[in-house]
Structure formats: C-alpha cells, structure tokens
C-alpha cells in the first residue's frame, strides 16, 4: 500500500485533523533520543514514517490497529517522547505512529483507595501537580518527569528517582486499559491484590508497544509529607565503600526514597560543587515522621559501620538543593538540540544494568577495565563513570555514564561511540548474570541480545509475540531481533 | 591540479600524562616513560583540509600526502587515505625508531628527506603547515622551499578558492596589526596556520573499515638515497638537548552562589583579569 493510500484511509477511520504528514514532524517521529545528534545534524538513515494519527478514544485506536494489521503496516505507539534506547525509531517503509495526544484526561483520583486513573497522554507532571495540591503524589519521579506521560512510562517499565522507597512503575500499576493489534480492547481492573492465575498487568507493563497500545492506566498514590525530608550526603573512599552502605541499610530492612553512591569521574559533574574528586555517597528519607526518623537512624548506623571509607559527610542542604534541580525540562532537552546543532558534542549517554549485590561492583571494576584497555576510542573519552541510584533487597542498579569528543561523521556517531562501549557493559553484565537493562529498556539497540537476557526464557516471550501480534506490525524491532533491521544497527 | 601536503604527527599534549627522564635522546631513557598519543599537527591538518576542499571541488584535483616519522605513525597515515586522500607517503628508517615518536629527530634532517622525496613527485603546490605543536619542525617548510627553490609564504589565514590553480595562489596572511592579501605564482609552498579554521573531514565508518595498508607507500632514507652520515643524529646540524612535560599550576578554585555577592565577585574578578 502506498503512503497516500494509507493516509486516505487513515483519515477516513479518524478524520483528517487526526492524522498529521507534515515532514518535520515526521522526521521527528522516525527515531528518538538514541539518534538525538545525527538527528539534530539532520542525516538520520532511517525511513519516515507515513503518518502520525491522534486517537480520542481505546476504539479509535482499536480501529487504527485493526486497519495496520490487516494492510501489514507498522505501527509504533508514543506519548511523551523520552525514549532513549531507539525504541521509538522507525525501520520501516509503512509505518504508522499512534500518539497519545488526545487521550490527556485524568479519569479520576481516588483518594480514599489512594488510586489514580489516567489516560496513556497524561504527563505525568500534570498528574503529580493535581496530586499535590490534595497533599498526595504519584511517587513517580523519573529525570524526564516533566515531559513523560503515563502511557509511556508504563509501557517502557519505567522507574523513578524515589524508586527505592516507592518501587518501579510495576509496582504503582493498579490496572489498565490496552488494545491489541487485532483491536481487541482488554481492560485489566483494579483490584488490591489477587490470585487469578499470571499476573497479566505484565503482559502490557514493559511492552514497549511490541505486544499492545496502552491507553489507561490505574497507579497507586501516596500521602506526601515534603515537610519531613531528610538528606544525608557524604564524600567516600571508593565505590565498593558507597555499595556496602546502600546494602546494610536495604537488607537490614529500611528504604530510604533515594539512596545512591556515585563514582569519582560521575560526582564530578554532578557535585561540582563539593566532590573534592572524591565518590559521593547520599540517601533522601521522606514519609511519616517516625518512619523517616528510624530510616535516617539506620542511614546513620550504616555510615558507621563503614566509617573507614567514609571521609567527610557534607551538608545535606546541597543534596537537597541538587535534587530540587535534576528533572529534565522540555526546555532542557531543547537546549541540548539547540546545543549538538552548534557543537560536536551532546550531553553525554548512559547504560543502566542491574545485579546482586555481589556482583554489582565486579561489573562495575570490569566494565571500567575493559572500556580503558581496549576501546580504540578510549582517548576521545571526557567522562566515563557510574552511579548506583535504585537498590533492592537482594541488589542495585549500575548507571554508566559517559561522554566523548565527538570525532566522526554525526551518522557514524553512534556506531563509533556509545554502541561500542554499551557493547562492553551488556557483555560483561550478561557474563555475570546481571540484567542489560534495568529501566530504560531494550528498544531496537539492545534486542542483538535480548536472547541472552532471557536465556531459555526467551520461549515465553517469543510466544506472547506470536500470539497477541502475529502478524509482526507492533513496532518492528523492538524487544525482538530482526535480520532486516541489522543494517541500521551495524 | 596536483597537491603535496607534507605533514607531520605530532605529541598530543592534551594526552600528556607522564613523561619520565630527561630524555636527552637516549631512547632506552624515552621507553622508560608512557608516550602521549599522536595526532596530525593542527597546522597541517588545516593545510591538508584545505587541498581536500580544493579536491571535493575539481574531480581532476590529485592530493598527495608526505610524512616523515617513525612507522608508529602508519596507522595515521592510513587514516588520511580513508578521508580520502589519493597518495600517501611515509619516510622512515633507522632514525625515525619508536624511541624518536615524539619528534625529537632534527628538523633539517626531516626537511631534507621530505625535499628528497618531493623533488621526484609531481606537483604544482605544496602545502605545509606553519607552526608545529611540538616545536621541533617548524623551519622544515622553509628548507623545503629552499631545497626545491621555491617562493614560500607563513602564516596564511586563508586561500581564496577561486584563485588557487596551477598558475598562482591568492591568500591572506593575518599578522599583529594587518591582514595582507598576497598573490603568488605556482609552483610554490604555502603554510598556513590553524587560524585559518580549515577543518578536516571526519573518516566514514565504510572506509575505517576499509584495509588500506596497502596502499601507503613507505620508503626509507636508504632508498631516497641518503647515506647513514646523512640521516640521523650524524646528519643533523643541532641537537635536542631535553623534552619535558609541561606542567600547569593548579588553579586556586573559587566557588561561588548565585547571588548578589557571586555576581559581584566573578564581575570583579573579570575586571581585574581585564576581561570587562
């Protein structure tokens, strides 16, 4: 089917206005904030996409799926935007890009069984702004906070900077509403708990819009008690001092809402201010008082115990001023694009990865190792460090960090760059058992080893595939390896 | 139209981390150290760059790369025939060993392989750059002008396109006080400065894939037909006496808040400095 036969009966299922061709903003639909400098240099090398189209409701966009399933279109689900791995990049001639636009509405807020329910277009700012004026909030707070929208984030298995204390976004999902390519409309209710066989939030929590098209969430919300934060920031010998810290306070059964331990090279640029070239250590504990008063006992207790690699604590003020100051406005990243137009250079990339505690800093001292010894660019480097920021009982997360002079062709960048060297920290996490991707997910530049990631698993997620879109058209290449998309990968 | 670019690799010394020895030229006394990495020296980069512009414009443009160094810069050389460039030559040999990459080898013997060579190629420019990062070599363009008798200019801020051809060059030369519009008649060399802001093309990722080592032409000091007296220390007029990595003092770091009182401090200080 030619473009203009696909736009034809796009805007006879919609109507015109709900189908946009304008060619800048289909250029900015064929790939996300993976391809953000060759983007932005405007030498993408991927096809655009033939429409984007702005459902108002779960039938529009069953009708949508209906009519890309049987023409064998392409169909790449978004909302806010933010998606870094290149799951919002486009491999495909016939693709069609459904946008969460119209579904904005916040259907309600139940603050008596502490529930929200949202369209999937919800930033989830605006959800968190409502939520706060009643002294609540969503507990959900990831950098891109002020432009992500709850589609979005729970589609993506997104996390947030109060992670620690809060869980995932797996754990705020209550239920939702999500439609599948044959344009079936499933809604999974909202319940406290229950024991009705698999728990399918799962199937659509982590998608990434290769299974289904999300269009309502139902999250859990939190009494919010600002007036009871407490910050603690310290400057530590070493990574592995910061790691067994944040591991006494989480096994020994506390959760603060922020706890992080940060390299040397990662503090630098985020505690000029303080770091004296040293790693930074820093926990937030917020909620009821008393809670609060024994979480910041045990943070105390842990820095003791460790007090030998600990070197000074510094003034929890900067901490929290630091935090106050870390979300990713819109304007943020319109600098950053206004700023790779004029510079070879960006903001920097970043690989998260999650192990046990055991194991975390052997990844950590291995990554490093490898990245100086044998990556032949290791000389273009201007950072490369890490932090650990979301810790669980049984382990933590690994966020590598790293920025470069970029000395290559800007369509050559990512290949020479940040591929390479996120190739080293997958290999060396999947060595030693860790996962590649704790929270931004696969996309279409991790899926070379989503086999490896899922071991002998890899059976049940293929099937999912094979039953809820066999005929391939929900966002080729993401999650799931294709032979045909090798060429935009290699 | 046919272009000579002679160039030279040079110590990067944003990569200088730690030279150890007096390095008087004994090269056991260098190997004890960690060498900085190479790169083009910036000067001859933009030469370089701007012979490839002329290149992109006239299909019938040729650009030839010389170099004289120890192999440890072959890999370099090879990047420059991934730009691409349509010849590249390197002059090595005994003197040029892995103990001399720093540049420590005498300027007049460089120039007059480099000259050695050149006077058998053909060409109807040469291009060099003006000032090396080093500060080993920068009297190498000027032997080469006097070797091949040749007119020469420093310092060239710019080449005017349109009037570079086989038969004169029109430039500019920028210095304290002026910026002089010369014309020159070819054959002849031009040096020009990193000021002139030419900027070399980056290397495609098909063609750092591509195997192009065979490809560079490496040639010894044998073969040009100097004698072991000629090349090397014995051949050399002066002598380097010492190399040392420069050190910088460590700033008096000052932070200060966004306030009245930073404003004010950082408004004083860059008046004092006479920045305001």
């Given at each position: 089917m030619d473009k203009n036969k696909i736009i034809e009966n796009l805007s006879g299922i919609l109507t015109p206005s709900q189908v946009n061709t304008d060619p800048e903003d289909l250029y900015d639909a064929s790939a996300d904030r993976y391809k953000k400098y060759a983007k932005v240099r405007r030498v993408l090398d991927v096809p655009m996409p033939a429409a984007i189209v702005y459902p108002k409701s779960a039938d529009e966009v069953g009708k949508v799926l209906s009519f890309c399933n049987e023409s064998g279109l392409n169909v790449i689900p978004r909302a806010g935007k933010t998606a870094t791995e290149g799951g919002l990049e486009n491999w495909k001639e016939n693709t069609v890009v459904i946008d969460a636009l119209h579904l904005n509405r916040i259907l309600n807020i139940d603050t008596y069984n502490m529930q929200a329910t949202v369209q999937a277009g919800v930033p989830l700012q605006q959800l968190e702004d409502e939520l706060r004026k009643n002294?609540?909030?969503?507990g959900h707070s990831p950098q891109s906070k002020p432009v992500a929208k709850l589609g979005g984030l729970v589609a993506t298995r997104s996390i947030g900077q109060f992670s620690t204390l809060y869980g995932g976004i797996e754990d705020m999902v209550v239920g939702l509403e999500c439609v599948f390519p044959s344009g079936h409309i499933s809604r999974i209710k909202n319940v406290a708990r229950r024991s009705g066989g698999p728990d399918i939030r799962h199937i659509a929590i982590g998608n990434e819009g290769a299974l289904c098209y999300i269009t309502e969430v139902t999250v859990k919300i939190f009494r919010f008690y600002p007036e009871n934060n407490r910050f603690y920031g310290y400057l530590i010998r070493d990574m592995e001092t910061g790691i067994q810290v944040l591991r006494e306070v989480m096994v020994n059964g506390f959760r603060p809402s922020v706890a992080r331990a940060y390299s040397e090279e990662d503090a630098a640029q985020h505690f000029y201010h303080f770091h004296k070239d040293k790693c930074v250590l820093l926990f937030m504990a917020e909620g009821p008082q008393g809670i609060v008063s024994a979480t910041c006992q045990a943070i105390e207790d842990a820095v003791e115990k460790f007090k030998t690699g600990v070197i000074e604590q510094v003034d929890g003020q900067l901490i929290e001023d630091w935090f106050n100051n870390l979300n990713w406005s819109q304007k943020d990243i319109d600098d950053e694009m206004e700023g790779m137009k004029q510079n070879d250079s960006h903001a920097g990339f970043t690989t998260e990865i999650s192990a046990d505690w055991e194991t975390i800093p052997k990844i950590y001292n291995n990554v490093m190792q490898r990245i100086r010894s044998e990556y032949p660019r290791a000389h273009d480097l201007t950072m490369l460090g890490g932090h650990s920021s979301h810790s669980y009982i049984n382990g933590t997360n690994m966020y590598f960090v790293y920025n470069y002079?970029?000395?290559?062709?800007p369509e050559d960048e990512m290949r020479v760059y940040h591929h390479p060297l996120q190739r080293i920290i997958v290999e060396e996490t999947l060595k030693l058992g860790g996962s590649m991707c704790h929270h931004h997910g696969i996309g279409k530049f991790r899926n070379e080893w989503t086999m490896d990631e899922h071991g002998s698993a890899y059976y049940m997620l293929e099937k999912l595939k094979e039953a809820f879109d066999p005929n391939g058209i929900m966002n080729f290449g993401t999650i799931y390896p294709q032979k045909e998309g090798e060429k935009y990968q290699q | 139209m046919k272009i000579i670019c002679a160039v030279k690799f040079v110590p990067d010394v944003d990569s200088v981390v730690n030279i150890v020895g007096t390095a008087t030229g004994d090269p056991e006394t260098i190997r004890t150290g960690r060498h900085p990495r190479m790169i083009l020296n910036p000067d001859d980069a933009c030469s370089l760059a701007f012979a490839l512009q002329v290149k992109a414009g006239n299909p019938g443009c040729s650009v030839e790369v010389v170099s004289a160094g120890p192999l440890s810069v072959r890999p370099h050389m090879e990047d420059l025939l991934r730009l691409p460039v349509d010849r590249a030559t390197l002059i090595s040999g005994r003197f040029f060993d892995e103990g001399n990459s720093s540049g420590r080898h005498n300027s007049s013997v460089t120039g007059d392989l480099l000259a050695g060579y050149i006077a058998d190629r053909p060409y109807d420019c040469l291009l060099t750059g003006t000032q090396t990062l080093d500060g080993g070599s920068a009297s190498v363009p000027v032997q080469l002008a006097e070797a091949l008798g040749l007119d020469q200019m420093l310092g060239i801020i710019r080449v005017d396109p349109h009037r570079f051809d086989t038969r004169r060059a029109v430039f500019e030369v920028a210095d304290d006080t002026r910026i002089t519009t010369y014309e020159m008649v070819m054959p002849c060399v031009l040096s020009l400065t990193r000021e002139s802001g030419y900027k070399l093309p980056y290397v495609k990722l098909t063609d750092m894939r591509r195997d192009v080592s065979d490809d560079l032409t490496v040639i010894t000091a044998e073969e040009l037909g100097f004698s072991e007296g000629e090349e090397g220390r014995t051949g050399s007029f002066t002598r380097v006496m010492n190399i040392y990595p420069k050190t910088y003092d460590e700033k008096d770091r000052h932070i200060v808040q966004n306030d009245e009182a930073g404003i004010t401090e950082v408004f004083d200080f860059l008046k004092a400095e006479g920045f305001l």
């Amino acid at each position: 089917m030619d473009k203009n036969k696909i736009i034809e009966n796009l805007s006879g299922i919609l109507t015109p206005s709900q189908v946009n061709t304008d060619p800048e903003d289909l250029y900015d639909a064929s790939a996300d904030r993976y391809k953000k400098y060759a983007k932005v240099r405007r030498v993408l090398d991927v096809p655009m996409p033939a429409a984007i189209v702005y459902p108002k409701s779960a039938d529009e966009v069953g009708k949508v799926l209906s009519f890309c399933n049987e023409s064998g279109l392409n169909v790449i689900p978004r909302a806010g935007k933010t998606a870094t791995e290149g799951g919002l990049e486009n491999w495909k001639e016939n693709t069609v890009v459904i946008d969460a636009l119209h579904l904005n509405r916040i259907l309600n807020i139940d603050t008596y069984n502490m529930q929200a329910t949202v369209q999937a277009g919800v930033p989830l700012q605006q959800l968190e702004d409502e939520l706060r004026k009643n002294g609540f909030t969503a507990g959900h707070s990831p950098q891109s906070k002020p432009v992500a929208k709850l589609g979005g984030l729970v589609a993506t298995r997104s996390i947030g900077q109060f992670s620690t204390l809060y869980g995932g976004i797996e754990d705020m999902v209550v239920g939702l509403e999500c439609v599948f390519p044959s344009g079936h409309i499933s809604r999974i209710k909202n319940v406290a708990r229950r024991s009705g066989g698999p728990d399918i939030r799962h199937i659509a929590i982590g998608n990434e819009g290769a299974l289904c098209y999300i269009t309502e969430v139902t999250v859990k919300i939190f009494r919010f008690y600002p007036e009871n934060n407490r910050f603690y920031g310290y400057l530590i010998r070493d990574m592995e001092t910061g790691i067994q810290v944040l591991r006494e306070v989480m096994v020994n059964g506390f959760r603060p809402s922020v706890a992080r331990a940060y390299s040397e090279e990662d503090a630098a640029q985020h505690f000029y201010h303080f770091h004296k070239d040293k790693c930074v250590l820093l926990f937030m504990a917020e909620g009821p008082q008393g809670i609060v008063s024994a979480t910041c006992q045990a943070i105390e207790d842990a820095v003791e115990k460790f007090k030998t690699g600990v070197i000074e604590q510094v003034d929890g003020q900067l901490i929290e001023d630091w935090f106050n100051n870390l979300n990713w406005s819109q304007k943020d990243i319109d600098d950053e694009m206004e700023g790779m137009k004029q510079n070879d250079s960006h903001a920097g990339f970043t690989t998260e990865i999650s192990a046990d505690w055991e194991t975390i800093p052997k990844i950590y001292n291995n990554v490093m190792q490898r990245i100086r010894s044998e990556y032949p660019r290791a000389h273009d480097l201007t950072m490369l460090g890490g932090h650990s920021s979301h810790s669980y009982i049984n382990g933590t997360n690994m966020y590598f960090v790293y920025n470069y002079h970029i000395h290559c062709e800007p369509e050559d960048e990512m290949r020479v760059y940040h591929h390479p060297l996120q190739r080293i920290i997958v290999e060396e996490t999947l060595k030693l058992g860790g996962s590649m991707c704790h929270h931004h997910g696969i996309g279409k530049f991790r899926n070379e080893w989503t086999m490896d990631e899922h071991g002998s698993a890899y059976y049940m997620l293929e099937k999912l595939k094979e039953a809820f879109d066999p005929n391939g058209i929900m966002n080729f290449g993401t999650i799931y390896p294709q032979k045909e998309g090798e060429k935009y990968q290699q | 139209m046919k272009i000579i670019c002679a160039v030279k690799f040079v110590p990067d010394v944003d990569s200088v981390v730690n030279i150890v020895g007096t390095a008087t030229g004994d090269p056991e006394t260098i190997r004890t150290g960690r060498h900085p990495r190479m790169i083009l020296n910036p000067d001859d980069a933009c030469s370089l760059a701007f012979a490839l512009q002329v290149k992109a414009g006239n299909p019938g443009c040729s650009v030839e790369v010389v170099s004289a160094g120890p192999l440890s810069v072959r890999p370099h050389m090879e990047d420059l025939l991934r730009l691409p460039v349509d010849r590249a030559t390197l002059i090595s040999g005994r003197f040029f060993d892995e103990g001399n990459s720093s540049g420590r080898h005498n300027s007049s013997v460089t120039g007059d392989l480099l000259a050695g060579y050149i006077a058998d190629r053909p060409y109807d420019c040469l291009l060099t750059g003006t000032q090396t990062l080093d500060g080993g070599s920068a009297s190498v363009p000027v032997q080469l002008a006097e070797a091949l008798g040749l007119d020469q200019m420093l310092g060239i801020i710019r080449v005017d396109p349109h009037r570079f051809d086989t038969r004169r060059a029109v430039f500019e030369v920028a210095d304290d006080t002026r910026i002089t519009t010369y014309e020159m008649v070819m054959p002849c060399v031009l040096s020009l400065t990193r000021e002139s802001g030419y900027k070399l093309p980056y290397v495609k990722l098909t063609d750092m894939r591509r195997d192009v080592s065979d490809d560079l032409t490496v040639i010894t000091a044998e073969e040009l037909g100097f004698s072991e007296g000629e090349e090397g220390r014995t051949g050399s007029f002066t002598r380097v006496m010492n190399i040392y990595p420069k050190t910088y003092d460590e700033k008096d770091r000052h932070i200060v808040q966004n306030d009245e009182a930073g404003i004010t401090e950082v408004f004083d200080f860059l008046k004092a400095e006479g920045f305001l």
